[in-house]
Nanobody, 124 residues
């Protein structure tokens, strides 16, 4: 069972930055494509970004392109989401997810393992 633990969420003003981290207890970590998703109150969960096992390939939702950066450190079994120029509409619970040997994808159904989520609140 893969355990994913997110951290780094919090309250920030619009225009500010946060860096989310997701630590995995499953090894080898580099077997897993990783994704970040978010869910705002009353809305469906949506894909934010994803990264391949090597870190060479990435995906971003149009709404976050140019503002968010996903990265990973396979030596630390951790994936990151750097979020800059935050907007109130970025508010939500952010989840990381893992897909063993999977392709980079925005489809939540492709991810087998999920963290508990971390709250991000952006005030206007």
């Amino acid at each position: 069972q893969v355990q994913l633990v997110e951290s780094g969420g919090g309250l920030v003003q619009a225009g500010g930055s946060l860096r989310l981290s997701c630590a995995s207890s499953k090894r080898p970590f580099n077997w897993y494509t990783m994704g970040w998703f978010r869910q705002a109150p009353g809305k469906e969960r949506e894909s934010v970004a994803a990264i391949s096992t090597s870190g060479l390939n990435t995906y971003y939702a149009d709404s976050v392109k140019g503002r968010f950066t996903i990265s990973r450190d396979n030596a630390k079994d951790t994936v990151y989401l750097q979020m800059n120029s935050l907007k109130p509409e970025d508010t939500g619970v952010y989840y990381c997810a893992a897909n063993r040997f999977g392709a980079v994808t925005s489809k939540s159904s492709e991810y087998e393992y999920w963290g508990q989520g971390t709250q991000v609140t952006v005030s206007s």
